[in-house]
């Protein structure tokens, strides 16, 4: 057995392909890079990317059998839309009084900071949940069998670097369009952006309330 090429890289590109799909990590990363620079967007990283390993250690270290009821998928649902509409609905009022702001010099307290809002984004993001007690458990499960429990959490970083790279690639995105759009085009590119989180949101409740 090569625990390389038979668990970590794979593990590794599984990780990356995940980055790379939209989601609510990966606009929120766009959205806060865009808006404040490259440190938030790496702020939200942290939070998001640092609970995805502890899942993902988790399961490596033998709870790779954990599987969420329908009833606490739905709950999830639920409560992740709602936390994706109130992020949408504070970033829109954000561009609204924007002007305001600049002219009385005041910054708005935010009750959530960037690394909380990755954290609280990955633990009531349904998908992420599923992944986790199908494809990420199985993972985790086959390298436990193969190499151990050390093989296992190796897999388990590098699917957390894979996911890493490629929100890393998302914040850099988001630093290009303030030099790209300027001031007005970044505001309509945030707006646009929050009212995705408001249309994902609403999916998840809409999914949540139906079952």
Do not use: C, K, Y
């Amino acid at each position: 057995m090569n625990v390389w090429s038979d668990h970590v890289v794979p593990a590794f590109a599984l990780g990356a392909a995940l980055g790379a799909a939209p989601g609510p990590v990966q606009l929120l990363i766009l959205n806060e890079t865009a808006a404040h620079g490259i440190v938030r967007g790496f702020r939200v990283m942290l939070g998001a990317n640092g609970t995805l390993f502890v899942v993902l250690a988790t399961l490596a270290v033998g709870f790779s059998t954990v599987e969420p009821s329908p009833t606490v998928v739905r709950a999830l649902r639920i409560v992740g839309g709602a936390f994706l509409l109130w992020l949408a609905v504070g970033e829109l009022r954000t561009l609204r009084h924007a002007s305001t702001r600049a002219l009385v010099g005041d910054e708005p307290q935010e009750r959530l900071g960037p690394t909380a809002r990755g954290v609280v984004l990955v633990l009531v993001n349904p998908a992420a949940w599923i992944f986790f007690a199908t494809t990420a458990a199985a993972v985790m499960a086959e390298a436990s069998a193969d190499g151990g429990r050390d093989t296992a959490l190796l897999a388990a970083l590098a699917m957390t670097l894979g996911v890493s790279l490629t929100d890393f690639g998302s914040a850099l995105v988001g630093t290009g369009s303030r030099v790209l759009l300027g001031e007005r085009g970044l505001a309509w590119m945030r707006a646009g952006l929050a009212v995705v989180l408001l249309a994902l949101g609403g999916a998840f409740v809409v999914q949540g309330v139906r079952g």
